[in-house]
């Protein structure tokens, strides 16, 4: 009785295990979705990076534009998916690996700030947008890759930037009012949060 209770266990456990590894979706549905948030002018050249069958960070289409989109994390609830600009990409990069190795929030801003001042890791020295598109878990059809009123902003990292080089607040005072995060740092930028009813898709 012990034995068959044990391997009844064991069966519960392993069932509870595959029952918590989220399905990849196909790369056509990662790439769809990861577009969304992209200019639809810049969708069809971006480069997009996205998810294997084993939850590998792998490049799901090379691209011939500035942009690079990153698909939706499967292992995360709802949408998340974004686009930057290419010249972006080692400070990105960077954010990735840091955050793999275990790194906090608060440690990689530290690390990235102080590898910015020694050179090591280069920002780019002119204006650089990010898109972010996202929505809730029963907004998103992540068979079909279908978003109901999902959500864009903006985001235009200029490195050093602060409230008095760019005449910026600190905080928005009115919806979609753009104002400026983290001033005076490597990763200093331009916060555009629309209204949510101005974004929203069917």
């Not at 969304?36 to 090379?62: I, Q, T, W």
Request: hydrophobic share 35%; net charge neutral; charged share 25%.
């Amino acid at each position: 009785m012990k034995t068959l209770l044990t391997l009844a266990t064991l069966c519960g456990l392993a069932s509870a295990g595959m029952a918590q590894t989220p399905a990849v979706p196909s790369p056509d549905i990662q790439i769809k979705t990861a577009l969304l948030a992209a200019p639809a002018d810049k969708r069809d050249a971006a480069m997009v990076y996205g998810y294997s069958p084993k939850n590998e960070f792998v490049v799901l289409r090379k691209g011939t534009n500035e942009l690079v989109c990153l698909a939706d994390d499967p292992t995360q609830k709802g949408l998340s998916v974004s686009c930057y600009h290419k010249d972006l990409e080692p400070f990105m990069e960077r954010g990735r690996v840091l955050k793999k190795d275990g790194k906090k929030a608060p440690e990689i801003l530290a690390m990235r700030e102080q590898e910015v001042k020694d050179k090591k890791l280069m920002m780019p020295e002119h204006p650089s947008t990010l898109y972010s598109y996202s929505a809730k878990d029963e907004q998103y059809d992540a068979a079909t890759g279908n978003v109901k009123d999902g959500y864009l902003r903006y985001v235009v990292y200029i490195p050093y930037a602060t409230a008095e080089s760019t005449g910026l607040p600190l905080k928005p005072e009115a919806p979609g009012m753009p104002w400026i995060m983290d001033p005076g740092t490597h990763r200093a930028h331009i916060m555009i949060n629309p209204p949510v009813s101005a974004t929203a898709t069917k």
